[in-house]
């Protein structure tokens, strides 16, 4: 075998490895949503500007991100998207300032979301709270 | 080390070349050259030449993105990677061999920042985080091996005879 098969069969399988782990990781990794009604509630606080509103909502979007995206205008909610997915920037119509360390915090029953809106599965009963917080 | 004209002219050379390598790139999603960059100045230009290309280029990113944890880590993974490469360099004998470190290299890059961030975040968050990054380790890991493949031998005969002509021989 020529160098050049060798690497055209190098890149295939390594194309093949990366196949199997992509499936592996969307089977067994990814996180999944719920089909069907779901009521859920949102939270949004931004002590700076005195709000605290709490927002409930009956839902059949599998993922926080497609609800926030419905509700936008009624939450004043505004994104940035990344390669890697897409961030509150802001909400009730108040856009964090990076200048000043600000970003929304989100938490899902009171434990610290470890994921973006995008991966965040809706769950009946569920509370999102965004508080706007500095790190 | 005996830091030459040369040698102060070079090292802000390499260090420039791989940040521009890393922004014309930045627009695709864990798809770079700096792995490659990096292992082919290690195998033409040694060991402490890359080293302190690293630091620069590391410092460099400090000034464009603003200081953080991530940057923090660079001034370890990059010095890794080469030092990794100046230990196995007389051992390998094709780009077939570079192209495995630099694919290994890029699947564990989330693995290694999921570490290093756990220090400041706590164990919890790093595993999220190395768990929530899988697929992009992977698309970092395969585009490193393929760039490497691809790449490795064209570049760094060309480096070595640029280096040569301008440099006399390379030690």
Request: charged share 20%; hydrophobic share 50%.
């Amino acid at each position: 075998m020529n160098n050049v098969n060798k690497k055209v069969v190098a890149i295939v399988g390594i194309l093949l490895v990366a196949a199997v782990v992509y499936w592996g990781y969307s089977a067994f990794i990814a996180p999944k949503g719920e089909a069907g009604k779901k009521h859920v509630t949102i939270q949004v606080v931004i002590e700076k500007q005195n709000i605290d509103e709490t927002f409930e909502y009956t839902t059949e979007h599998e993922f926080l991100y497609d609800l926030l995206k419905e509700k936008e205008k009624e939450l004043g909610a505004s994104f940035k998207t990344f390669d890697f997915g897409a961030m509150v920037t802001g909400m009730m119509n108040y856009t964090a300032n990076e200048a000043e360390n600000e970003y929304f915090h989100i938490t899902v029953n009171g434990q610290d979301a470890t994921t973006g809106p995008q991966e965040i599965p809706l769950k009946d009963g569920d509370v999102y709270k965004f508080e706007l917080k500095t790190w | 080390m005996d830091m030459r004209a040369r040698d102060i002219a070079l090292i802000p050379l390499l260090s420039a070349s791989i940040t521009v390598g890393k922004l014309a790139l930045s627009f695709i999603p864990n798809v770079e050259i700096v792995t490659m960059l990096f292992i082919i100045y290690t195998v033409t230009f040694g060991l402490k030449r890359s080293l302190l290309a690293a630091v620069l280029f590391s410092t460099i990113e400090i000034l464009i993105y603003g200081f953080s944890t991530w940057v923090l880590g660079y001034y370890l993974i990059w010095p890794l990677l080469i030092i990794v490469t100046g230990l196995l360099k007389d051992r390998l004998k094709s780009e077939f061999g570079y192209a495995a470190i630099a694919g290994i290299f890029g699947f564990l890059f989330g693995a290694f920042f999921a570490v290093f961030e756990s220090f400041f975040y706590g164990w919890a968050y790093g595993f999220t985080y190395w768990l929530r990054g899988i697929l992009f380790d992977v698309v970092h890991g395969v585009s490193n091996y393929i760039v490497v493949l691809l790449l490795f031998k064209p570049l760094s005969r060309m480096l070595k005879a640029q280096a040569e002509r301008f440099f006399g021989v390379v030690s």
